[in-house]
Every structure is written in structure tokens, then in C-alpha cells.
């Protein structure tokens, strides 16, 4: 793929390939060791914003929870999961989760890798982190 024919959310890619296993780049707080990704301005745990430095969060986890959207917004080919993921790393993160809600369970062992999540008007792919089973 080219950056031609594909964008990426968000532009600023917070992941990173390495040896074909992806890792979201988050952050975590100096002060209290609150994790979390996408990283944030303020800590969520104490609240301060000073010291919130950049971790690399490896993306295996497990499912904690998901639904299958029948109506989306425009340019999410429907139907698709969506889910939250408890990473092994102590993040629960929002995304797409591969399959179909039949095929899915609470509770099972889930990576991110980067794939398309919603096609533009014009065609384009728009890139992002996604989960699926991990192999
Ligand atoms: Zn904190």
C-alpha cells in the first residue's frame, strides 16, 4: 500500500511494527504509573499533566466486551465489531475487533494489527489498529 491510496486515524499513528507484532504507543504517568492509550493530555488518575511520558503498550489482550453495528456512521461498511480490549499491559482500548459477533467471545485472547476501518467518499482506505484472535 501506498500513502497515496490510504490515510491513516490518527494521523499521528500511535502504533509500531516490529517482527510482524504490533505495539500502541500510549502513555503513563511519572507520578501515579496510570497507563493509558490513546495518551491524554491530563493523567486520569491523579490528574496531574506534567511528566506523562510515552510507553510502548504490546497490543496482546483479551476481549472484554463487544457488538456488532448494523447502522454506522457513513463509510463503515456494515456489519462490524467493535469492542473493548483489556490489554495485557493494564489499557482497556476502544476499536474494531475482526469477525462477526457469532464468531467472538468474552474473554478471548485478541492482538492489534493495522488494517482498513472505513473507506472515504473518494475511495480511500482509512487505516487504523484493529484486533483479531490471536493466532
Ligand atoms: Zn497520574
Same mark, same amino acid.
Given at each position: 500500500?501506498?500513502?497515496?491510496?490510504?490515510? @491513516?486515524?490518527?494521523? &499521528?499513528?500511535?502504533?509500531?511494527? *516490529?517482527?510482524?507484532?504490533?505495539?500502541?504507543?500510549?502513555?503513563?504517568? #511519572?507520578?501515579? $504509573?496510570?497507563?493509558?492509550?490513546?495518551?491524554?493530555?491530563?493523567?486520569?488518575?491523579? $490528574?496531574?499533566?506534567?511528566?506523562?511520558?510515552?510507553?510502548?503498550?504490546?497490543?496482546?489482550? &483479551?476481549?472484554?466486551?463487544?457488538?456488532?453495528?448494523?447502522? $454506522?456512521? *457513513?463509510?463503515?461498511?456494515?456489519? @462490524?465489531?467493535?469492542? @473493548?480490549?483489556?490489554?495485557?499491559?493494564?489499557?482497556?482500548?476502544?476499536?474494531?475487533?475482526? $469477525? &462477526?459477533?457469532?464468531?467472538? *467471545?468474552?474473554?478471548?485472547?485478541?492482538?492489534?494489527?493495522?488494517?482498513?476501518?472505513?473507506?472515504?467518499?473518494?475511495? &480511500?482506505?482509512?487505516?487504523?489498529?484493529?484486533?483479531?484472535?490471536? #493466532?
Amino acid at each position: 500500500m501506498s500513502d497515496q491510496t490510504v490515510e @491513516y486515524f490518527p494521523t &499521528t499513528r500511535p502504533w509500531r511494527e *516490529k517482527d510482524g507484532r504490533l505495539s500502541l504507543i500510549g502513555m503513563t504517568c #511519572a507520578h501515579c $504509573g496510570t497507563r493509558a492509550f490513546p495518551a491524554r493530555e491530563v493523567c486520569s488518575g491523579c $490528574g496531574r499533566d506534567d511528566r506523562l511520558e510515552e510507553v510502548e503498550l504490546d497490543s496482546a489482550g &483479551t476481549l472484554y466486551t463487544f457488538s456488532e453495528v448494523h447502522v $454506522g456512521p *457513513k463509510g463503515f461498511p456494515t456489519p @462490524y465489531v467493535i469492542g @473493548y480490549v483489556d490489554l495485557d499491559a493494564g489499557v482497556r482500548v476502544l476499536a474494531q475487533i475482526n $469477525g &462477526t459477533a457469532a464468531d467472538l *467471545k468474552v474473554g478471548e485472547r485478541v492482538t492489534a494489527h493495522v488494517g482498513p476501518i472505513r473507506q472515504r467518499g473518494d475511495g &480511500t482506505d482509512v487505516i487504523s489498529y484493529r484486533f483479531g484472535r490471536s #493466532a
